[in-house]
């Protein structure tokens, strides 16, 4: 079907992206051939030269009482599955794995398969499993895309369905738990757990019986459900990226290699502030990133092409679009198609697209300063999909490192204002610590349905806020800090929040940061404010030329 086309290309991208799958169980069976090598710590499990598909197994045991049982697991069938895939699946025995072991192995892990009924205990064992890893992940703020199939012999699959659905909603607390129809899938922010059944299991329930995969099935079952977590136009985007940085990572490295080291030293000694060299190194390495993603053609992903299936797949074959816009007929998907490849933007496209469909200027003017209402349901669902674009296109993503720091493009607030910091670059890195300086603020305001310059979530209370520049010299206030040990000034994490304290110890929350083009852009804005020449001229001539 049509409709499929979209799932179709996402899983070609998933392919290429997954590579290491880790299953903790007790129970498996290993075949006749010589026992493969022990491998002793996770760095060697997933990491080094192991070609894709090669066996990792760790004392894998032979399982109690009949060799042919539910709960029993085929190893080598299950390796060989993965390996036809593309994948290096590594088999941990549950002694081991709690702790440290498993949560460092499965940080690096696509895919996570763990048992339910593991040396005798039903659940407990995977549930502190689990709960491990999820901690881990939260821990470390890494919001890993984590899918984990609990791959059981147990016939009560809702059952066990239902414990895990505890431990996942313990989990990332600022995310919603979705548990689907049949129950035996579930989502929270970045995880997605599905309850699998082995393949000799019994299952009462025809509903279910979907969920009985043969360990020959479950590399497809899974990268299918990874594919359920990762599914969008722009996600498909990133992993095709990722994915293509994967296969090139040995070819990016050698273009970054040691004869490079003797030039770095010396620029380093040339320039006038010798840790700039660490932020050129920096962009050193995502130019080649970049050169990657170039010869990839990784946007394609995104293409004309890509958005005719995700429209057949979001919204059905031959659909009508546009209810917000209350218009007299509907959008159809084929003039959604045009206005996607030729776009709106230029006033020939706007007349191009009327002379094809009939559709008044005016109603596509209405749609051009509204689009992303043609795809979305309500005005709230619209308000934060472009909230969320623009946030991502115009502000730096902040990790856990390194540290927020007040410099150019900053953003922050105080009891309802905000103000963007216009402090240069080369003023707010490799000061004097201890020493106080004055840092330079425009205010932003509320844009009262005027011109918009940033959208953002306000960190106070996730509520999306538009705000507007003003880029008068004369609006410019001045704050003073005291510089950090490390040559900056950094921010102080308070309850969830970061703040800069000012010398008089008003403190001002850190809201983001500007991408440097966008933040650079502001400071030409203002420099060119600031070069304005005031003349007396006649009045008459002035007024003709500003219309």
């Given amino acids: 079907m049509p409709s499929l086309e979209f799932d179709r290309r996402l899983r070609r991208i998933v392919d290429d992206f997954l590579q290491t799958v880790v299953v903790v169980d007790d ?78 192995t499965a940080a690096r892990a696509d895919l996570l398969v763990i048992d339910w009924w593991m040396n005798g205990v039903r659940g407990e064992r995977a549930c502190e499993l689990i709960a491990g890893v999820l901690k881990a992940d939260e821990d470390a703020a890494s919001r890993r895309l984590r899918v984990i199939a609990i791959y059981t012999g147990q016939e009560d699959l809702v059952g066990v369905a239902n414990d895990v659905e505890g431990v996942l909603d313990a989990a990332y607390s600022d995310a919603k738990l979705r548990r689907e129809q049949d129950g035996l899938n579930m989502t929270k922010g970045p995880v997605r757990i599905v309850v699998l059944a082995k393949a000799t299991v019994k299952l009462p329930d025809p509903a279910i019986r979907s969920n009985r995969v043969k360990e020959e099935k479950l590399p497809d079952r899974l990268a299918n459900e990874f594919a359920q977590l990762t599914g969008g136009i722009v996600s498909s985007v990133g992993l095709r990226a990722l994915a293509a940085v994967r296969q090139d990572t040995h070819r990016i490295l050698e273009k970054l290699g040691p004869d490079l080291d003797r030039g770095y030293l010396g620029h380093r000694i040339a320039l006038r502030r010798p840790s700039d060299a660490e932020a050129h190194v920096i962009e050193m390495v995502t130019a080649e990133i970049r050169a990657v993603l170039s010869a990839s053609q990784v946007g394609k992903a995104a293409n004309t092409e890509a958005i005719r299936a995700w429209l057949k797949a979001t919204f059905g074959v031959n659909a009508a679009l546009g209810e917000l816009f209350s218009f007299d007929k509907p959008v159809t998907e084929s003039q959604v198609v045009r206005m996607l490849r030729d776009g709106l933007g230029r006033n020939e496209a706007l007349a191009a697209q009327h002379e094809a469909d009939g559709r008044s200027k005016g109603d596509l003017k209405k749609i051009r300063d509204a689009a992303t209402n043609l795809f979305c349901n309500t005005e709230s669902e619209a308000e934060d999909s472009d909230g969320r674009f623009a946030t991502r296109m115009m ?30 670059f080369c003023d707010s890195e490799a000061l004097n610590p201890g020493e106080v300086i004055s840092f330079p603020f425009l205010p932003l305001k509320d844009p009262n349905k005027g011109k918009v310059d940033f959208v953002f979530a306000d960190p106070s209370d996730t509520s999306w806020q538009s705000l507007a520049l003003q880029g008068s010299p004369s609006d410019l206030e001045s704050i003073d800090f005291e510089v950090g040990v490390d040559g900056f000034v950094p921010a102080s994490k308070d309850h969830g929040h970061y703040f800069f304290r ?28 600031f070069a304005r020449v005031g003349v007396d001229e006649p009045e008459i001539l002035r007024r003709k030329r500003n219309g």
């Fill in 502 to 529: 000012a010398v008089e110890r008003r403190r001002f929350r850190w809201v983001g940061e500007l991408k440097p083009d966008f933040a650079q852009r502001i400071a030409s804005q203002l420099g060119h404010q």
């Fill in 27 to 104: 129970r498996g069976i290993p075949d006749n051939s010589p026992p493969p090598t022990e491998l002793a710590e996770p760095d060697e499990l997933l990491g080094g030269a192991a070609a894709p598909g090669g066996p990792g197994i760790t004392k894998l045991k032979e399982p109690t009482g009949s060799k042919a049982d539910s709960h029993d697991l085929d190893a080598r069938e299950l390796i060989d599955a993965f390996a036809g895939a593309g994948m290096v699946c590594s088999i941990l025995d549950p002694d081991d794995a709690v702790g440290t072991r498993l949560t460092r």
């Fill in 395 to 424: 502000f730096r993503t902040s990790y856990q490192k390194p540290r927020r720091r007040l410099h150019l493009g900053t953003i922050v607030g105080r009891s309802g204002r905000f103000w963007i910091c216009v402090q240069p």
